[in-house]
């Protein structure tokens, strides 16, 4: 998925077992989704605690993070690192793969295929992608300041 493709439609659960349908969510405004490769993992933690953090900062967009660690895993995390917006469980990764972020031949040397890279997406309202960051290596970070400026315009 690139800037200016239609944003593949979904519907997975969240941390408090919801149900989350993105193209109902766009009827609010701007979703950005941050693709994060695992719950209680260093640079995941990095990412979500400096985004919650900063969350009035993303305009009043819906942020939600989403990797392949089941609902209650989620759930747990979110308490433990007191972040304030939902996690979403791609657990059988096709959101992931859908999006073009999820590790095809496994994530480095333990060779698993059910993860996703770290990626960050913009959707405007009107389901187009506004922004988009794909990243090979899951230790860095995506452009936060790129995706603030990027919902600025919406």
């Given at each position: ?42 640079v995941c933690t990095t990412e979500l605690n ?65 993860i996703s890279k770290r990626a960050a997406f ?8 506004a922004y988009a960051e794909i990243l090979e ?18």
């Amino acid at each position: 998925m690139k800037k200016g493709d239609q944003a593949p439609d979904f519907k997975i659960f969240s941390d408090a077992a919801r149900p989350f349908h993105l193209s109902k969510q766009l009827e609010s405004g701007p979703v950005v989704l941050l693709f994060f490769p695992a719950a209680f993992t260093g640079v995941c933690t990095t990412e979500l605690n400096t985004v919650n953090m900063d969350l009035e900062a993303y305009g009043g967009a819906t942020v939600v993070g989403v990797s392949t660690d089941a609902p209650f895993t989620l759930a747990e995390y979110k308490k433990v690192n007191g972040l304030t917006f939902p996690l979403l469980s791609d657990h059988d990764a096709d959101v992931s793969l859908a999006y073009g972020c999820k590790y095809i031949d496994g994530f480095t040397f333990m060779k698993l295929s059910r993860i996703s890279k770290r990626a960050a997406f913009v959707v405007a309202p009107d389901g187009v992608i506004a922004y988009a960051e794909i990243l090979e290596n899951a230790g860095d970070q995506p452009d936060l300041d790129a995706i603030k400026s990027t919902i600025s315009t919406l």
